[in-house]
């Protein structure tokens, strides 16, 4: 029996569609080689074009049409012209916080040691998982402007950690660290945000006691930032707020080949709404229409969706697929210092199919 996944595509603004096409054409390789699923692909304009022509970045009723697809893939929104809040907050956040797409999955895995500045880094000391936590903290966007312009002014950034939020995240953590076998690291700040770090550091403790056979371990976020550096072979699953989720991922990203290579993925652990996989990047302004963005992180994205669906063998069979690429080496974008083309790159990625 064949399943058909109905996926949202939402190419977005600058070079997302560009990339996602060659993830799509990856997905539909490999639906081709599986008799167990088959994608049904509907496409959406939504993004700053759209935004332009309709004064709104999706359609009114966005929202209600998404929710029926099974995952959304999505390239990348912002585009110059159009405010970057209005961009992020209308399309992206408001996916995320309708669906309720609290985790959000970042693999630092590196793939080839060339792709990492470090000197002496082997392949095997760099293989991370970071959950982030994705729907609230200092990104709950709570605070006042008090006496704004005056002498007096005043900001205030609250972060929110609720107890639902933070126990939700961290129990996912762990859930995710028991089956896969591996350290459960927590990253806070106990020491000096003495009241949301050392909640969160409560709740950690908390919630473990459910999961005696995680190993765990809890560093300060600045102790991690240097210990990711120095001595990346010490995290396994890494499980963080949203403000120190963001930075340490592109920390991250940088290690295991920039952002060429990083995908994340939005979940919605209970499958009530559905998840959305995308790369990190943004929209490549600079790049865009030249035919020479990265696909890779694309492609890597669509490879988190086939591991969500519960394909995680043909999820890690296109993983193997970008990492003999980078192997090759000899069909590489202008960012890893090659000269293929997006197109190229994509293609060569379905060849290597065939093979691993
Ligand atoms: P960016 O990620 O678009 O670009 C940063 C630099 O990395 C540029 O020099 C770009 O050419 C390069 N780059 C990024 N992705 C690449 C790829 N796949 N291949 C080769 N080179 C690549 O970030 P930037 O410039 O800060 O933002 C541009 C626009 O994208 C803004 O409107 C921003 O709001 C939006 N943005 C959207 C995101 C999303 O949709 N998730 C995430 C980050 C930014
Ligand atoms: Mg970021």
Redesign the pocket.
Known sequence: MTRTYKIAVIP?D??GPE?INEGVKALTKLAETDSRFDFDFTYFPWGCEYYLEHGKMMAEDGIVQLKEFDAIY?G????PGVP?HI??WDL?LKIRKSFDQYVNLRPITLLHENMCPLKNDKKDNIDMLVIRENSEGEYAGAGDWLYKGQKEEVVLQTGVFSRKGTERIIRYAYETAKSEGRSLTSVSKGNALNYSMVFWDQIFEEVGKEFPDVQTQSYLVDAASMFMVQQPERFEIVVTSNLFGDILTDLGAALAGG??LAAGANINPERRYPSMF??????????AGKG????L?AVWSASQMLDFLGYDDQGKRLLKAIERLLIDGGCL?P?MGGQASTADVGSRIVEYLSIV
Not at 76 to 79: D, F, H, I, L
């Open positions: 977005g600058g070079i990339v999505l990348s929104v912002g585009y970057d961009s992020l992206l952002l060429g995308e790369p990190v990047h943004g929209s490549a302004p600079d790049i020479i963005a990265n696909p992180a974008t960012d």
